[in-house]
């Protein structure tokens, strides 16, 4: 024994491994023997030799020390952070996981989205408008029961286009097809896709109003030699000597079968169909480009045929500035000039020009369309009222609008700043003709703007203004400017949209005849449409030239409704009869209807909101702004 130190007990024995000393040794493990419960008597008496300490060594356990600490591994903690931190977990449990396992287990309900507002309606249904006026070979899910394939003749007489000019729209009652008008319907249709592509997409009418487009693309690169390939080396060769401008049509006082003189549906057109060739016309070729150009940008994500349309665009560019070719494309000719006469084609340039250099980024295009020389001879600043009016003749205030869309947001300084700076400002100019507090136009009691003078089928140039409008408070808001200013007067974007607010909704029937305007819209809505196809049953009977005309003096409702049309609307006030005779009052138009789609998609707002700044700009290249050139050496 040691004393001072540990106690330690020592036991020195011998392993041995006889069958006597086995036997010992499981005796000492069976506890209930005998050599066991020696032993344990015989330790009994050596404790009674030990002092009180010493027991107390052998007889009672040490007491061990609380550990204050708990050694994790990587950390020692002390037990009272290891308390709180699981409280901590347990608190976090039933705040945070708890109320989020109750949430996903209870069953769920679909909240319905909001309902369509009334602007998504009405272009739901102006867009099947264009369904129903195409011409050609019918696509399988065209969607108008009563139509089917028409016009597979037309232009079959001519050599120089394989299979002839099919397809296309016909534009109006009728069954002619006016290549001017329908180029700017497929321009406006463009530009609506472009600037609100996130809204059709969102109320799944993107697709559609794409193919739209290319319906009608397809048909206008058939009206010109678009296979020519044009060379950026030889801008100004000429390319091409001619373009189909008509197909179709009548001439004032004609007795001849043709499309005014006959009542008859276009799948039984059974009369010659006259196409009509034009060897200059700077203003039918400059809508054309336009058209090629902003489906293009429209059609970006499918190359092959986006750059088809560039080429067709370019191709196109070199007849419209041919110094030979500069005279008006309706001048003379009888078929074309009573219904769709130009009155000019300065504003073509710029309008061409504009989509042209947003199509392809040469700069070419940007120095032409802001030459001094554009301006003057298309009398873009001299504010005349009629000037301002937007529509399938007048291009000047869209085209100035969309090169204001440049500046607003490239800003591209010198040497473009001067020109579209005053391009800037008539835009905001004409913005302020629009508002009834300056009396520029007159309204109507109802409040309907007139832009046409009080002559008829007003509501197409309404339509025009109000996506003028519309879009350009969008590119207000995108660029963080409240509003403009009318001379002394400030006019908020608020106005300016409620302007367009306003004529939208006088034509979808907030108005004194609490009538819609457009076809299948409303509990209230013409059914005496001027249309032809829409008038006549589709009960497999085929009606003559003038046995259709039963249909056309019918007092009764048309057998099809035409869904989508807007038609010509009130003449002179608010007056308005829908009678099928009248043509002034009911009958729809090509590019009204572009115009009605252009507003209304820009107005909606249960598909969002704004414009999609940059897709537009997406082939300019970046802008580096030269520096003007140095003032003049002074001189005493």
């Known amino acids: ?100 396992i109750i949430v996903k287990s209870v069953p769920k309900h679909k909240v319905k989205p ?27 899910n065209n969607d108008i029961s009563w139509r089917g394939n028409s016009g597979l003749n037309d232009g079959n007489e001519l050599t ?16 002619t097809k006016f290549h001017f008008p329908m180029a700017y319907a497929m321009t406006m249709l463009s530009w609506s896709v472009i600037e609100y592509s996130h809204k059709y997409e969102a109320i799944k009418e993107y697709d559609h109003a794409r193919e739209l487009i290319k319906w009608g693309t397809d048909y206008l690169l058939l009206t010109f030699n678009s296979s020519a390939k044009f060379n950026a080396s030889r801008p100004t060769a000429h390319y091409i000597d001619k373009v189909y401008s008509q197909v179709g049509g009548s001439q004032n006082g004609s007795t001849v079968p043709d499309d005014h003189t006959c009542w008859e549906r276009p799948e039984d057109m059974d009369y010659k169909r006259p196409v009509q060739t034009t060897t200059a016309g700077p203003d ?46 309706s001048i003379g000719n009888p078929y074309i000039d009573t219904y769709y006469n130009s009155t000019g084609y300065y ?70 700043e ?34 046409n003078s009080g002559k008829p089928q007003n509501l197409q140039y309404v339509a025009n203004a109000a996506f003028l409008t519309s879009i350009f408070v ?43 305007y457009v076809v299948g819209y409303g509990n209230k809505f013409p059914r005496h449409v001027h249309h032809r196809g829409a008038s006549i049953p589709n009960d497999k009977k085929k009606y003559t030239c003038k046995g259709g005309y039963k249909w056309l003096d019918s007092g009764k409702a048309n057998p099809n409704n035409i869904t989508g ?5 009130p003449v002179g006030g608010d007056g308005f009869n829908d009678v099928r005779s009248n043509y002034n009052y009911t009958e729809p138009t090509l590019a009204g209807n572009a115009a009605l789609v252009a507003a209304l998609v820009s107005l909606t707002t249960s598909a969002g909101t704004g414009i999609d700044k940059n897709t537009i700009f997406s082939a300019v290249p970046p802008l580096y702004p030269n520096s003007p050139p140095p003032p003049a050496p002074w001189k005493p």
């Open 474 to 516: 969008d590119y207000l808001n995108a660029s963080d400017v409240p509003g403009i200013n009318c001379g002394p007067t400030f006019i908020s974007s608020t106005d300016l949209r409620n302007f367009a607010v306003s004529q939208m909704d006088y034509i979808l029937g907030k108005n004194p005849k609490n009538t819609s």
């Open 114 to 140: 909001p309902p369509p507002d009334n602007y998504t309606v009405a272009l739901h249904k102006a867009l099947q408008f264009f369904n129903a006026q195409k011409s050609g070979k019918l696509l399988h």
């Open 284 to 329: 039918l070729a400059g809508e054309i480009v336009a058209a090629l150009a902003a489906a293009s940008i429209v059609f970006n994500d499918q190359s092959a045929y986006s750059k088809k349309l560039v080429n067709g665009a370019e191709v196109m560019w070199t007849f419209a500035r041919d110094e030979g070719k500069r005279r008006r494309y």
């Open 347 to 416: 504003d073509e340039y710029m309008w061409g020009g504009a989509w042209l250099y947003y199509a392809t980024g040469k700069e070419s295009y940007l120095s032409l369309v802001t030459n001094p020389g554009i301006s003057k001879n298309s009398k873009a600043f001299y504010m005349i009222p009629s000037l301002s009016v937007p529509s399938w003749d007048n291009k000047l205030p869209s085209a100035m609008l969309l090169l204001t869309r440049f500046r607003i947001f490239l800003s591209p300084g010198y040497p473009y």
């Open 565 to 569: 049309a807007m038609v010509g609307g």
């Open 1 to 100: 024994m040691h004393w001072g130190g540990s106690f330690e007990v020592e036991n020195h024995t011998t392993i041995t491994t006889t069958d006597e000393e086995k036997s010992r040794e499981v005796e000492w493990m069976d506890r209930g023997s005998l050599a066991h419960q020696n032993s344990l008597s015989h330790n009994h008496h050596d404790h009674d030799h030990l002092d009180e300490t010493q027991q107390s060594w052998l007889l009672y356990p040490q007491e061990k020390k609380k550990k204050k600490y708990i050694d994790l591994g990587c950390i020692v903690v002390s037990h009272q952070v290891v308390k709180y931190a699981l409280w901590g977990l347990l608190i976090a449990f039933c705040v945070i996981a708890l109320p989020t």
């Open 160 to 175: 120089d286009v394989k299979g002839g000019l099919v397809g296309g729209y016909y534009d109006a009652g009728d069954n």
């Open 418 to 451: 001067d020109m579209l700076h005053m391009y800037h400002n008539v835009t905001i100019l004409n913005m302020c003709s629009y508002l009834e507090q300056f009396k520029v136009f007159n309204f109507t009691r109802g409040g309907m703007i007139q832009l």
